[in-house]
């Protein structure tokens, strides 16, 4: 599950290659969780195609029934601010928002999508939100996040943005 980077050089100790993976926790009321329905969703992402728009790699393990535990193959690149969100918003919403798929994401705020620096292919990197919703649902989540990248850009225009997160 690692994707390799050469390192390398003159220097004693100096490793080949290196490779990254992290882990994210999910907890959930005990009573409450249904890991079937978790289950469910992880795998199909797994299969899934997003057509250009990546899912890393990952395994899950669910844990006393109120856990998930993921390894995650770490993108090495750059996320997503504002501007660049601007320049793939089309790529984004022609693979994520217009597919005939009855399953979509609920989170695709600029931060939640990375471009591998080797390949410049776009990942989404924050994936736990892939369950089942209809085009219309799809769509409103869209406009949401479209809506505060706009407002961002129109901002930066008239203010100084530099420690915003998004504004890269």
Same mark, same amino acid.
């Given at each position: 599950?690692?994707? #390799?980077? =050469?390192?390398?050089?003159?220097?004693?100790?100096?490793?080949?290659?290196?490779?990254?993976?992290?882990?994210?926790?999910?907890?959930?009321?005990?009573?409450?969780?249904?890991?079937?329905?978790? !289950?469910?969703?992880?795998?199909?992402?797994?299969?899934?195609?997003?057509?250009?728009?990546? !899912?890393?790699? &990952?395994?899950?393990?669910?844990?006393?029934?109120?856990? !998930?535990?993921?390894?995650?193959?770490?993108?090495?690149?750059?996320?997503?601010?504002?501007?660049? &969100?601007? =320049?793939?918003?089309?790529? !984004?919403?022609?693979?994520?928002? =217009? @597919?005939?798929?009855?399953?979509? &994401?609920?989170?695709?705020?600029?931060?939640?999508?990375?471009?591998?620096?080797?390949?410049?292919?776009?990942?989404?990197?924050?994936?736990?939100?892939?369950?089942?919703?209809?085009?219309?649902?799809?769509?409103?989540? #869209?406009?949401?996040?479209? @809506?505060?990248?706009?407002?961002?850009?129109?901002?930066?225009?008239?203010?100084?943005?530099?420690?915003?997160? #998004?504004? @890269?």
């Amino acid at each position: 599950m690692f994707t #390799w980077y =050469n390192r390398g050089g003159n220097y004693i100790n100096c490793p080949l290659e290196v490779g990254f993976r992290f882990q994210k926790k999910l907890v959930f009321d005990k009573n409450t969780f249904n890991p079937e329905v978790w !289950i469910e969703r992880l795998e199909r992402l797994k299969s899934q195609d997003f057509n250009r728009i990546k !899912i890393p790699e &990952f395994t899950y393990e669910i844990i006393d029934n109120e856990e !998930i535990l993921f390894e995650i193959e770490f993108i090495k690149g750059r996320q997503l601010g504002a501007t660049t &969100f601007d =320049n793939w918003k089309n790529v !984004i919403k022609e693979d994520l928002i =217009n @597919s005939e798929d009855d399953w979509g &994401f609920g989170d695709l705020k600029p931060e939640n999508f990375v471009i591998e620096k080797r390949t410049d292919t776009l990942y989404l990197v924050d994936f736990d939100t892939y369950n089942p919703r209809d085009r219309r649902n799809k769509m409103l989540e #869209w406009n949401k996040y479209l @809506s505060l990248v706009v407002d961002e850009i129109v901002e930066s225009r008239f203010f100084d943005l530099k420690n915003k997160f #998004w504004s @890269s």
